[in-house]
Each structure stands twice: as structure tokens, then as C-alpha cells.
């Protein structure tokens, strides 16, 4: 399964990629974690659904300065073949 995702609050400046990047790795999910223009955090996300669904609930709790407000999730097409989870810039 991938799913693009979404996390608003105070995401960004408060070490919430490397949080993501390590909590995926641990998970064994591949994808990609950046910051976005508008204050968010956006996490392109792949591997077992129900795996996903204990990462969503990490990040809902985040690194300890974070405060996460909304998620939203989208499911996507598997359409490249994603290696590893990285932080973008």
C-alpha cells in the first residue's frame, strides 16, 4: 500500500523528518519525508497496511517539541518502486 500524507502543527523546525526517517526505517516502510512551503510536513509512504497504521500513530505523537494537529492521508498507485525512506529537501 502508499499513501501520501499530510501532518500539520508544528512540524517543521522541531527535528519532525529525521523523527519520521527513523521511525520508518524501524518499520521497514520505504518512501520519503519533506517540508512544505505552507508550515506542513509531507510523507510519501510504502509497505503493509497495517504497519502503516502503527507509523501514522508515531507520528501523531512526533519528536518531543512537535505538535501534531491534523493528518490527512491519501491512498496512491504504486507506480515507481521506492528504496529505502529519505528526507527531502
Not at 526517517?21 to 509512504?45: C, F, H, K
Amino acid at each position: 500500500m502508499r499513501f501520501r500524507i499530510f501532518l500539520s502543527g508544528l512540524v517543521q523546525g522541531v527535528g519532525f523528518r529525521a523523527f519520521t526517517q527513523r521511525v520508518a526505517e524501524s518499520y521497514g516502510l520505504r518512501g520519503w519525508v519533506r517540508n512544505l512551503p505552507d508550515g506542513r510536513v509531507e510523507v510519501l509512504v510504502e509497505g503493509d497496511e497495517e504497519v502503516i497504521s502503527h507509523f501514522v500513530k508515531d507520528l501523531w505523537r512526533g519528536p518531543r517539541l512537535s505538535r501534531v494537529d491534523k493528518i490527512e492521508m491519501v491512498r496512491e498507485e504504486e507506480d515507481e518502486p521506492l528504496h529505502g525512506f529519505d528526507i527531502r529537501y
